[in-house]
């Protein structure tokens, strides 16, 4: 079978990897993809969101299956475009409708959806430049901090948690006025503050049936300790030491049937990913955000830990036959570190030569801003994110050694990472 999976970060790289592992793969092409993808798959240089593009590509490499990484082609339709076309109608595509995306491509609809469906999730309230004066009276009526957010997709960028109640009532004002996430910000959600312990639980679904893949932990801020900067994520660890039997039969009770439920309810057909972003307060889950996608930078960490199959976990997921699938987990932690260039995620350099590459052991390197250097068979940062690595070990402490140990082995120019992942799980 011939695929073709859409993106070009370490989530794409985790996914390809995986791919190729199974005896049912056929040639994996990978659009945009990076240095690392082109290890295990063919690069092409079409765009994950022109479709038209995709389209002639995957008549011409005769393509049977398509795997959507990132979030915007999703919400823009790509699952439409191909059901209303004659050509592309029975390819297999891992990823819902656009319908279906808004749980990502929307906060309000996600806020209202979850309230539709007594799913728990902080309290809220939506507004527009038009109620700009309410959305000032209810920030009055919540204790800080305040979390404001823009209603549709800013690039993880569009969430903000402010302690000082006049700072966020001009926050709110630059959102919604003066465009500051730009379209996505026409509209904001204003929620309750939720204080506990954040972690990243994913299904796959057909739409009536679902697996339940690893949770992760995934880090989002610059420094240690959870301070600075959000970015798009700077490791991830998988289990989630909290994350018992108890706690999530809770998740699947409370959240995860009844958004299926929900779907099936108001008609929406999902097929692909779900990712619950939750926070447990009080061993209690709680629904911070959807995502319908696989995440990144948990995928680094959670299908390093998945040992079925995961080609033909998609065939049974595309033909309806979800239900029939057994998932093997692999029982040990598996821990991924993210490399990234010095000074992101603000200003960054591109184009540092990458070294010691050849001196890792025991790990596994998802790339993500990496290219080739066509002059010397190199290869060299291309963004902010540059590489994760990945390492197994028995224990959470151990899989983070063995990742933080190779680390020590790779060098470029303005090299930064995280080293306290694990801080908020010790016992």
């Known amino acids: 079978m011939n695929i073709l999976i859409l993106g070009s970060g370490g ?36 765009s994950p969101t022109d479709f038209e593009a995709i389209k002639m590509f995957i008549i011409e490499k005769e393509i049977e299956m398509v795997i959507v990484g990132p979030e915007t082609p999703l919400v823009n339709g790509i699952r439409d475009f191909f059901l209303k076309d004659k050509v592309l109608h029975d390819i297999a595509i891992i990823g819902p409708g656009s319908e279906g995306a808004q749980l990502e491509g929307s906060k309000d609809f996600a806020k209202s959806f979850m309230k539709r469906y007594n799913i728990p999730t902080a309290s809220y309230e939506t507004f527009t430049a038009e109620t700009l004066q309410q959305g000032e009276y209810f920030l009055e009526s919540l204790r800080p901090p305040y979390v404001l957010k823009a209603d549709g997709l800013a690039a993880g960028k569009g969430v903000l948690i402010i302690d000082d109640l006049a700072e966020a009532k001009a926050e709110l004002k630059n959102m919604l006025l003066n465009a500051k996430f730009g379209e996505a910000s026409r509209k904001v959600v204003i929620e309750e503050f939720l204080k506990g312990i ?132 692999d029982e040990r ?24 590459i050849n001196n890792l052991n025991k790990c596994i390197v998802f790339y993500a801003g990496v290219s ?36 020590s082995q790779v060098s470029f120019d303005g090299k930064y990472y995280r080293d306290d992942l694990g801080f908020d799980l010790k016992q």
């Open 11 to 46: 989530r794409e790289h985790a996914l390809a990897w995986k791919l190729a592992q199974s005896p049912k793969a056929g040639q994996i092409y990978i659009a945009p993809g990076n240095a690392g993808t082109a290890l295990v798959g063919i690069n092409v240089p079409v």
């Open 372 to 407: 080739n250097n066509v002059d010397n068979d190199e290869i060299k940062t291309s963004g902010g994110r540059v590489m994760a690595i990945t390492s197994y070990g028995s224990t959470m402490d151990t899989a983070l050694r063995n990742a933080y140990d190779n680390i």
């Open 198 to 329: 954040e972690l990243s639980v994913f299904v796959l679904t057909d739409g009536k049936n679902y697996v339940l893949l690893p949770e992760a932990k995934d880090y989002k801020r610059i420094g240690a300790g959870d301070t600075g900067l959000n970015t798009g994520g700077m490791g991830s660890i998988s289990p989630v030491p909290f994350a018992n039997t108890a706690f999530m039969d809770k998740v699947e009770e409370r959240i995860i049937r009844p958004t299926i439920a929900g779907l099936q309810e108001e008609k929406i057909d999902y097929q692909g990913f779900i990712f619950f972003g939750l926070i447990n307060v009080g061993d209690n889950p709680y629904v911070i955000e959807y995502n319908c996608r696989m995440g990144d930078p948990e995928a680094e960490s959670v299908i390093p830990r998945i040992k079925s199959d995961l080609l033909e976990i998609f065939e049974n997921l595309a033909n309806g036959h979800l239900g029939d699938t057994k998932l093997e987990i």
């Open 333 to 356: 932690y598996a821990a991924s570190v993210m490399l990234v260039s010095g000074g992101y995620p603000e200003n960054y350099q591109k184009g540092k030569i990458i070294k010691g």
